[in-house]
């Protein structure tokens, strides 16, 4: 019983952990740092998976949590390295508009979240109930994310930290989905990261920059 | 066999395609993969008539009256487009718009692109649905860049961020969907996603969490539907592509993704059991038909118009399953058919016209009827058939809707209407001179296949007319189906 509790109160250590990192993302600049936190996302993943997998006695969730390791911690955080080192784009940095008040802003969207999540979170029997409201946060801030940033690859970054609130959301309230299901959102994922990478050469030949600002010509006349 | 056939045909020629490249008999392999998959989406579709609804490979697939006419359809329609598609994209090759290498890729991306549409019908399971909805936005991302222009980058940039964030809020509803679901039917292996055993015991779903599902459903698969104000990629995605690539973007995936809406719809209205998911269908659907035909009027592009013409009528149709019942539903389908068939031929006279022509913008293309015939009057009967005239089978599908509208929701009728006339007026007015306005358009190097044109309109003229016994049950069926 003990164990148990001492797992529950680990589990929303990380979950507070996962949080904190999202909003670290919100006021970082530089895309390097952006992608060291990305990938210590998928490590906080990794571990609370672990500890539900160990908790619960579920043998399917390792096999998911080795997937989160592979993808989310060493394989793409790899491959977006790479892509930046080529695109010669490591020490870029973007103007953020007003820190503070995007900061304001996430926090309305965390108590949204939270409120959103409550009648989720009373009917799950899961352990990990009690996150449900920082993985819906999780989303929101990384959509929030999409939407105020500029250059290409700040946003790519924030499509994957959604996906990897959505995973959160996915073993709070039911111990993961499917395998098969996770394998198909995996590999989606990472056919995603390659096409982008091939995209984002070609907008910087058309365009000469990666910044998105270039990107609005198609408008309604 | 049959269904290892049809999806199996479309994924080994993703794969073959990709090795043939750009070799010359590359445009008839694809024409040919197309037409295998036809026939055996064929011989699929009659076992699922003669013997009842399917459920293949231990329930993981299903086939029933409500999915199997846009299999047909899909690969139908999928076909048509290879055969345009082959000196549609010959010509743009010695246009110099597209290289070797985009024509290999070009090939393979279409075929998977089918693939995962053929996929998302035929799934049972509501996870590998959305798997395959993605695998379909990522595969028309890159057809949609082709010619690596600057505006079709950034028409794709567009259409990846927003359908990216759309389909991830899919994936949170089809969470929440899980979640209700596993705690009626258990965790036992993968039987919690399936949408035949969700089905069987809706009725025992927690109410709020499918509620909330839907919300995000709706959102996240409506984005890919183009329903305002969500529509915003959808007009640049059509525009930017290829012709052969808006043509199935407009007349397939649209469907396909209004398709997962409604599946979703049916689960949730058995679970709440109140009219919600209708009434949000129904203002989505009502909002978007009339933004759609609103914005009609300021365009200039050809494409860019019929890509208008399509969130109009995706905008009704949604609507109509709204409004829900046996005859809002059954106009629905065939609406549903019918707009496709239309929506694809338009998009094949209008991608040659602008290919002539040498511009997509409208002003730049005149005198049709008089330098090219067959091509003149085939975008001008697509516009006729696409306005709802009379003799077309979108004439009877929106005379039904709007009839159902009149007896059960008579204040929607004057936005019908209206919608309907802005529409009428926007189209022919731009159509009206391109067709027969003073000018020529010069042939071009490789005279196009304009078959698939009249066939489309030949059977849009024919379900006007008559709506063979066999088809009709088929939606009185999915019309029961879909409540």
Redesign the interface.
């Given at each position: 019983m003990h164990d148990a509790d001492l797992i529950a109160q680990l589990l929303r250590l990380l979950a507070a952990g996962l949080l904190l990192i999202s909003f670290a993302m919100l006021s970082r600049r530089r895309t390097q740092r952006l992608i060291t936190l990305y990938a210590w996302q998928g490590a906080i993943l990794f571990l609370s998976t672990c500890l539900v997998a160990y908790g619960e006695g579920l043998r399917e969730l390792y096999y998911s949590a080795a997937l989160t390791l592979i993808l989310k911690v060493i394989l793409l955080p790899w491959i977006l390295h790479r892509l930046i080192h080529r695109l010669g784009a490591q020490w870029d940095s973007e103007p953020l508009v007003n820190i503070p008040a995007t900061m304001l802003v996430g926090l309305v969207l965390v108590i949204f979240a939270f409120g959103l999540a409550q009648p989720i979170s009373m009917l799950a029997t899961t352990i990990t109930r009690h996150t449900i409201g920082i993985a819906l946060a999780v989303i929101l801030l990384s959509f929030m994310m999409m939407i105020t940033r500029r250059k290409a690859m700040t946003q790519v970054i924030g499509f994957l930290a959604m996906e990897n609130g959505l995973f959160f959301a996915a073993t709070s309230t039911t111990y993961g989905m499917p395998m098969v299901i996770e394998l198909g959102i995996a590999l989606d994922m990472l056919v995603a990261v390659f096409i982008l990478g091939i995209f984002f050469f070609q907008i910087r030949e058309q365009f000469d920059s990666l910044d998105l600002h270039h990107l609005e010509k198609l408008r309604e006349d | 066999m049959d269904l290892l056939l049809v999806l199996g045909i479309p994924f080994a020629g993703t794969l073959v395609l990709a090795f043939v490249g750009a070799r010359r008999y590359a445009a008839e392999l694809n024409i040919g993969f197309s037409l295998a998959t036809l026939l055996a989406v064929a011989l699929l579709a009659l076992r699922m008539v003669r013997s009842g609804p399917l459920l293949l490979w231990r329930e993981q697939f299903y086939l029933d009256s409500f999915n199997v006419f846009l299999v047909v359809l899909t690969a139908f329609v999928g076909f048509t487009t290879t055969v345009f598609s082959r000196p549609y994209m010959r010509v743009e090759a010695q246009h110099g718009r597209v290289n070797a290498r985009r024509l290999r890729l070009y090939h393979s991306m279409y075929q998977l692109f089918m693939g995962a549409m053929l996929l998302a019908l035929l799934t049972n399971?509501m996870?590998?649905l959305?798997?395959a909805m993605?695998?379909a936005t990522?595969s028309t991302?890159?057809l949609v860049?082709l010619y690596?222009?600057?505006?079709s980058?950034?028409?794709?940039?567009?259409y990846?961020?927003l359908c990216?964030?759309g389909i991830?809020q899919a994936?949170?509803g089809?969470?929440?969907l899980?979640?209700a679901a596993?705690?009626i039917l258990g965790?036992q292996?993968?039987t919690?996603?399936l949408w035949t055993h969700l089905n069987a015991v809706r009725g025992q779903l927690?109410p709020?969490?499918l509620g909330?599902a839907f919300v995000f459903l709706l959102i996240g698969y409506g984005t890919k539907v183009g329903l305002a104000p969500l529509h915003n990629w959808l007009p640049?995605a059509h525009a930017?592509g290829p012709a052969p690539v808006s043509a199935v973007l407009s007349g397939l995936l649209l469907n396909v993704a209004l398709y997962a809406v409604l599946r979703c719809k049916v689960l949730v209205e058995g679970s709440i059991g109140a009219a919600l998911p209708g009434r949000m269908l129904m203002a989505f659907g009502l909002l978007s038909a009339l933004l759609g035909a609103l914005?009609l009027w300021?365009q200039?592009d050809i494409k860019r118009l019929f890509a208008y013409s399509s969130i109009e009528h995706m905008g009704i149709i949604t609507f109509a399953f709204g409004l829900g019942g046996p005859i809002a539903n059954f106009a629905a389908l065939l609406h549903m058919t019918v707009h496709s068939l239309t929506k694809s031929s338009l998009f094949f006279t209008a991608g040659h016209a602008s290919q002539s022509a040498g511009t997509q913008r409208m002003d730049g293309i005149r005198g049709l009827a008089s330098s090219r015939p067959a091509l003149g009057w085939g975008l001008m009967l697509g516009s006729v058939a696409i306005l709802g005239m009379p003799p077309f089978g979108i004439f009877a599908s929106e005379f039904l809707i709007l009839t159902t509208a009149i007896q059960e929701h008579p204040w929607a009728t004057p936005f019908l209407l209206l919608t309907l006339g802005i529409a009428f007026a926007g189209i022919f007015s731009k159509v009206q001179p391109m067709v027969f306005g003073d000018g020529a358009a010069p042939k071009v190097q490789h005279a196009p296949s304009l078959a698939p044109v009249f066939v489309h309109l030949g059977m849009v003229l024919a379900l006007g007319l008559y709506i063979p016994p066999a088809l009709a049950a088929c939606y009185t069926a999915a019309a029961r189906l879909i409540g």
């Amino acid at each position: 019983m003990h164990d148990a509790d001492l797992i529950a109160q680990l589990l929303r250590l990380l979950a507070a952990g996962l949080l904190l990192i999202s909003f670290a993302m919100l006021s970082r600049r530089r895309t390097q740092r952006l992608i060291t936190l990305y990938a210590w996302q998928g490590a906080i993943l990794f571990l609370s998976t672990c500890l539900v997998a160990y908790g619960e006695g579920l043998r399917e969730l390792y096999y998911s949590a080795a997937l989160t390791l592979i993808l989310k911690v060493i394989l793409l955080p790899w491959i977006l390295h790479r892509l930046i080192h080529r695109l010669g784009a490591q020490w870029d940095s973007e103007p953020l508009v007003n820190i503070p008040a995007t900061m304001l802003v996430g926090l309305v969207l965390v108590i949204f979240a939270f409120g959103l999540a409550q009648p989720i979170s009373m009917l799950a029997t899961t352990i990990t109930r009690h996150t449900i409201g920082i993985a819906l946060a999780v989303i929101l801030l990384s959509f929030m994310m999409m939407i105020t940033r500029r250059k290409a690859m700040t946003q790519v970054i924030g499509f994957l930290a959604m996906e990897n609130g959505l995973f959160f959301a996915a073993t709070s309230t039911t111990y993961g989905m499917p395998m098969v299901i996770e394998l198909g959102i995996a590999l989606d994922m990472l056919v995603a990261v390659f096409i982008l990478g091939i995209f984002f050469f070609q907008i910087r030949e058309q365009f000469d920059s990666l910044d998105l600002h270039h990107l609005e010509k198609l408008r309604e006349d | 066999m049959d269904l290892l056939l049809v999806l199996g045909i479309p994924f080994a020629g993703t794969l073959v395609l990709a090795f043939v490249g750009a070799r010359r008999y590359a445009a008839e392999l694809n024409i040919g993969f197309s037409l295998a998959t036809l026939l055996a989406v064929a011989l699929l579709a009659l076992r699922m008539v003669r013997s009842g609804p399917l459920l293949l490979w231990r329930e993981q697939f299903y086939l029933d009256s409500f999915n199997v006419f846009l299999v047909v359809l899909t690969a139908f329609v999928g076909f048509t487009t290879t055969v345009f598609s082959r000196p549609y994209m010959r010509v743009e090759a010695q246009h110099g718009r597209v290289n070797a290498r985009r024509l290999r890729l070009y090939h393979s991306m279409y075929q998977l692109f089918m693939g995962a549409m053929l996929l998302a019908l035929l799934t049972n399971n509501m996870g590998l649905l959305w798997v395959a909805m993605e695998a379909a936005t990522l595969s028309t991302i890159l057809l949609v860049s082709l010619y690596r222009t600057k505006a079709s980058l950034e028409a794709s940039w567009k259409y990846f961020i927003l359908c990216g964030v759309g389909i991830a809020q899919a994936l949170f509803g089809t969470i929440l969907l899980y979640f209700a679901a596993e705690h009626i039917l258990g965790q036992q292996g993968m039987t919690a996603l399936l949408w035949t055993h969700l089905n069987a015991v809706r009725g025992q779903l927690e109410p709020r969490v499918l509620g909330l599902a839907f919300v995000f459903l709706l959102i996240g698969y409506g984005t890919k539907v183009g329903l305002a104000p969500l529509h915003n990629w959808l007009p640049d995605a059509h525009a930017e592509g290829p012709a052969p690539v808006s043509a199935v973007l407009s007349g397939l995936l649209l469907n396909v993704a209004l398709y997962a809406v409604l599946r979703c719809k049916v689960l949730v209205e058995g679970s709440i059991g109140a009219a919600l998911p209708g009434r949000m269908l129904m203002a989505f659907g009502l909002l978007s038909a009339l933004l759609g035909a609103l914005f009609l009027w300021r365009q200039r592009d050809i494409k860019r118009l019929f890509a208008y013409s399509s969130i109009e009528h995706m905008g009704i149709i949604t609507f109509a399953f709204g409004l829900g019942g046996p005859i809002a539903n059954f106009a629905a389908l065939l609406h549903m058919t019918v707009h496709s068939l239309t929506k694809s031929s338009l998009f094949f006279t209008a991608g040659h016209a602008s290919q002539s022509a040498g511009t997509q913008r409208m002003d730049g293309i005149r005198g049709l009827a008089s330098s090219r015939p067959a091509l003149g009057w085939g975008l001008m009967l697509g516009s006729v058939a696409i306005l709802g005239m009379p003799p077309f089978g979108i004439f009877a599908s929106e005379f039904l809707i709007l009839t159902t509208a009149i007896q059960e929701h008579p204040w929607a009728t004057p936005f019908l209407l209206l919608t309907l006339g802005i529409a009428f007026a926007g189209i022919f007015s731009k159509v009206q001179p391109m067709v027969f306005g003073d000018g020529a358009a010069p042939k071009v190097q490789h005279a196009p296949s304009l078959a698939p044109v009249f066939v489309h309109l030949g059977m849009v003229l024919a379900l006007g007319l008559y709506i063979p016994p066999a088809l009709a049950a088929c939606y009185t069926a999915a019309a029961r189906l879909i409540g």
